[in-house]
């Protein structure tokens, strides 16, 4: 009787491990009908399209195989907008993780009206990209507001988007400034969730506002310190509007990003199947740039 019973035991377990199963499985089918519709299907589309040659209307497209990839490894403009991207990948991380705990440990601290504050730096990320673009194009042109306060003083202001490395620096200051208020929200929620024990702990052996940062705070923030590069990175390989608008990849090349690039040649120039392979190996770059930044985080905490 007992082995019957075990046995039946086990029949039920079986038969509920198998209705739950079939219960997940019929909940994930409409997730996976939107992913296969606007995420895979798309993939799969492009990866075909950057092997065609087509130019946007034509319904035929004729199939080049491999050539798009062969012409992108030989074309001097995309290894320059590679270049250009990931000097500017790298200044936009750099600056986001400094100037967002930077802030975000000013915003930390008992402020009178600090909501206000807040508020404020948080406005440039619901700001229309285009307009924060022209309005920054205007204030650094040649005659615009930066160069006539440096003139009050007694400097004569730069050309600055007509010198592709100001230009570059300029484009890379605006996107730092268009995400500061996120990147202080996603610090800010960090240091509210830090152990306040470790704070007076270090405080009873003497340990400075200074070394509290240093030594506590920059470590424990690690984590989120590697959100906001991936971020950062992912943000910069996929920049478009801003650089659109702002400088449309001038001067000589200088701002001309990968995002750029691709709708040169494949809404401008209307050679689709190539602007699809940059868009794809930016794709892979991007991934690229994850799985190492995965890596590194996954050593650090070995």
Known sequence: MDKQNVLARRVQRNASTKEQARTAYLMLIPALIILGIFVFYPIVSAGYLSLTS??????EKPFVGLSNYIRLAEDKEFWNSLLVTVIYAFGVSVLSVISGLFFALLLDAPLRGRGIYRTIYFLPVVTSSVAIAIVWKYMLDYSGLINTWLGKIGIAGPDWLQNRWLALLALTLLTVWKNLGFNIVLYLTALQSLPKAVFEASEIDGANKLKQVRFIVVPLLRPMTFFV??????NSFQAFDLVYVFTEGGPRGGTDVLGMMMYRQAFRLGDFGYGTAISLVTLVLVLLVTLVQ???KGSDEK
């Open 294 to 296: 995965w890596k590194l």
């Open 54 to 59: 087509w130019d946007g209307f034509n319904p």
């Open 229 to 234: 590069i991936v971020q950062a990175l992912i």
